[in-house]
């Protein structure tokens, strides 16, 4: 019983350690190692990234969405299914 208590708390102690963040990997890091900031893939993470930056004003940014938004419904309009009324509810 001691014995696999005492395995138990090894195991514990194994994982909290390997999961538990360490400051001093954090100091060697330090800004040298800090990972660049990714260019944004999508349109919409381009907008708000110059929202962001301040190159674009906010009304600016509202613009460039609603153009945005308009250009996807003509590309792909959204289908609704047709309603078959209230039999369509009981099935």
């Known amino acids: 019983m001691l014995l696999i208590?005492?395995?138990?708390?090894?195991?514990?102690?194994?994982?909290?350690?390997?999961?538990?963040?360490?400051?001093?990997?954090?100091?060697?890091?330090?800004?040298?190692?800090?990972?660049?900031?990714?260019?944004?893939?999508t349109l919409e993470g381009a907008l708000v990234t110059q929202l962001v930056a301040g190159e674009i004003s906010r009304p600016q940014y509202v613009r460039a969405m609603e153009k945005l938004a308009a250009r996807d419904d003509a590309r792909h309009p959204l289908a609704v299914p047709p309603d078959n009324g209230p039999a369509a509810a009981g099935a």
């Open 5 to 41: 208590l005492v395995l138990t708390a090894a195991l514990v102690g194994a994982c909290a350690y390997t999961v538990w963040p360490r400051d001093d990997a954090a100091e060697e890091a330090g800004t040298a190692g800090a990972t660049p900031a990714r260019e944004p893939v």
